[in-house]
């Protein structure tokens, strides 16, 4: 006879208790397997995307600055930037040698990194490799090792136009100059797509472009790189040769407002950056203030022809070379005797624009200085730059008036002083000025009178062409150039100026008779035993607008005339 389980036992509740139990289990399984399959499907579906779909960013091209032409002077090109999981890549140290030598670094470094992030999951081993090299290393297939696409910045004029361009950093990002200043512009939005990887990270399927990368907008300069080539080389040349801290060179259109060419020394790569002083990264063009000396006596001259009270002919007596204004004494170099204003300019006679400045007073010039733009930002927004310093004084003492009038107790900029004769060159009419391309130049504002800026520009000639005029360094042969020199005493550091440490300057025009370009030469503490603004940097001027004339197609316009030589008859026997 067979006995069931339980049956007759003195404890039949527990056979009960113990099946119960185990029914209630059995259905509770049964509903979860039910509940995770068919109600919770997009639950597990999902987690499990999320152990094996990624979304993968697609990195954005960076969009190109070129020059007015479209000669490049900043690209994007793709690289490769190897990573590595270190939690995979520490289970494998027999491979780091080898991996070492493929990424051309050091094994003891590459082991030190790896054992100090051996619980993370991502380090980079190497950004910004060719895709060749990149691929080689991939190809050893050691585990833990992986790739990204990425773009690396590279700029093709290198030093030439470094301190205008800038540069960005590792992630494409601005760092100095225009890169900076239109990163927004320049730089692109990343895409996604969408990829399976298995548990340790590697491709298994592509599976669709999520969302495609927009690449930057391209940004076309005002520079003409042809032009910036040739006053690098001059401007670094005529350093080296004076022995300079620095120098700075702008060109600009005087009929757009563009700026054609801005170089700095000392200069640097950008390209390579691993030694890079902080101080050679300055645009000392925008940047550096300094007291212009005598280009301002210029527009003191313009001042006085506009108040009325002067002519080109007006007489000034400069004897005996030194005049007193209250506690001070203002000198020329010489005693240059009786003057007209062009003979004031040509010999650039301190005391001969301090007599103008006592007499129609500080305001004027004051205010034409203010309405060419000196001790305002120039428009340009680039990094850093420097407005400038023009006193305006409740009341003038005449020692304030006298140095003005000179271009003494006031600070500019290079480009500043670019963009006041580029108004005496565009018949006084003030452009706002551009780093970038102009289709359209815009409305002009008549700052100076036409007939006043048209007597200024001959006199500015007779500074360079006339006889005994400061600026003789700075002819080009074939073309009419007007200028004005300028030697300024740097001030000392206890207070006061050194007697010893000067900035050689010249501002010119050319061609006169129908201006086309403004231009700034500053040299920063020539030692090699010649400072003044004549000997040093009107020569660099005459080099530069020489080539940059011939290379803009302008036509001469101070040629010889030709020699009229009358032939002889034809007669018939030499027709014969």
Known sequence: MIRLPGAGSRYPWRFRLVAGFLLVAAALICWRIVELHVLDEGFLRTQGDKRSVRHVPIPAHRGQITDRHGEPLAVSTPVMTLWANPQQLVLHPQRWPELASALGTDANTLSERLQANANREFIYLRRHMTPQDGEDVLALGIPGVNALEEYRRFYPAGEVAAHLVGFTNVDELGQEGLE??????????????????????????????????????????????????????????????????????????????????????????????????????????????????????????????????????????????????????????????????????????????????????????????????????????????????????????PVETATLSYGYGLAVTATQLAHAYAVLGNQGRKLPLSLLKVDQPPAAQQVIDPQVTEQVLAMLRASVDGDGGTGSRARVPGYQIGGKTGTVHKTAAGGGYSRDRYRSVFTGIAPISNPRFAAVVVIDEPSSGEYYGGLVAAPIFGQVMADTLRLLNVAPDDLPALQQVELPAITQEDQG
């Open 180 to 397: 900076l200043t239109y990163n927004d512009w320049l730089k692109g939005v990343p895409g996604s797509r969408q990829v399976l990887q298995d548990r340790r990270g590697r491709l298994i399927k592509d599976v669709q472009v999520v969302r495609n990368a927009r690449p930057g907008n391209d940004l076309a300069l005002s520079i003409d790189l042809r032009v910036q080539y040739v006053a690098h080389r001059e401007l670094r040349e005529a350093v080296e040769r004076f022995g300079a801290r620095g120098g700075s060179l702008v060109i600009v259109d005087v009929r757009t407002g563009e700026i054609l060419a801005m170089v700095n020394q000392p200069g640097y790569n950008p390209n390579n950056r691993r030694r890079l002083e902080p101080s050679a990264m300055r645009n000392r063009a925008l940047i550096d203030v300094f007291e212009p000396g005598s280009p301002i006596k210029t527009f003191t001259v313009a001042a006085g022809l506009m108040s009325g009270r002067y002519s080109p002919t007006s007489m000034m007596d400069t004897r005996p070379g030194t005049m007193r204004v209250a506690s001070m004494t203002v000198r020329d170099i010489r005693n240059y005797g009786l003057l007209d204003l062009t003979g004031v300019m040509a010999k650039s006679s301190n005391i001969g624009v301090a007599k103008i400045a006592l007499d129609i007073g500080a305001e004027p010039i004051y205010e034409m200085l203010r309405d060419l733009g000196m001790g305002e930002y120039t428009g340009l927004s680039f990094p850093g730059e420097s407005v400038g310093n023009l006193p305006n004084h409740p009341r003038w003492r």
